[in-house]
């Protein structure tokens, strides 16, 4: 798909253990000769960590691991970009067959689920530590001094270990917001907004910048969007309030006429990345969209997955078959965008 922009990129899962030569081979003979010249790699907590070990999330990624996939994107000049969920989703339910990701349900009534690794690490860091399940996925308590000096470190570490100067922070899908009798007391916007402003300085204090999702900056009433894709909870004035060098992805996935978010985001100062999913008619809807309202606010596309990186690995260089429930039609989708 010919496209406007200098950025290329594609969101991945870390893959398994047992997959990183599949997406090694992936990264090598499939995205790089496509042009593929960003990665957006969701680890969570699957790394081990040396300054947190306790914080380690299912089938960790070695040291070893991590530069082997540096490696191969300093190789094709990739900007390999660290992804970490730092304020939702720290709780959800394995897919199957296992993908790597918890993801969040959305049951009618709140059910156990599965911790991430800070919260099972420390528990205290939960906006919602006395319940036993809740709706869809846990959240950081955002006023927990703690848990900011925790996630700090683990930032460090993450981007030391990418060799990179960016880190994606997610914020993304943010339901569990001021919950605690601390966090309750002050606005959701400002809230959100000073967790997203700390983190910031804390990465641009080390040369640094940050990424982060764009679904909690906008309104449901502004735009028209589901509210997943956007906010009912009160968030969106800290599209106001963050630092306007943050970077924010763009993600929305229905068969919309409009996307008013990439209007809403050039009014207000933001640099964006366009990000579609699966449905390749709603992704190439999206685009077109874009490129015709950008006022040069636009970096690029980062083309989302949200499946087992391993298996669409196999599938786009193999045409292997797929266990995974979308991972057909991100291929599919996926050879579009990046053709």
Known sequence: MNLPWKKKGIELTAPLTEDVDDVIKFIDEYLAPRGVNLIVMQIRYRYQFRRHPECCGYDPLSEKDVKRLVA?????????????????????????????????????????DIKDGLLRAYPEFDELQHEPGVFYSRSICLSNP????????????????????????????VINLGK??????VPKAKLYADWVNSINEHVQSRGGKIMMWGDRLTAVKDTGYNNWESSDVGTEEAMHLISKDVIICDWHYEADEEFRSVDLFAEAGFRILICPWKVTENAERFIKYAIAHDKGHIDGLLATTWCNAGELARKLLYNAPCKGVNTEQIAATLAVLLS
């Open 146 to 173: 703690v848990a900011k000096i925790v996630v700090f470190e683990l930032i460090d570490e993450m981007m030391e270990a990418f060799e990179t100067d960016t880190i994606h922070i997610a914020c993304d899908e």
């Open 180 to 185: 605690c009798p601390i966090c309750a007391k």
């Open 72 to 112: 191969v994107c300093r190789k094709h000049n990739i900007e390999l970009i660290p992804k970490m969920n730092l304020c939702d989703h720290q709780s959800g339910l394995p897919a199957n067959p296992t993908d790597g990701i918890l993801h969040g349900h959305t049951n009618p009534e709140p059910m156990p």
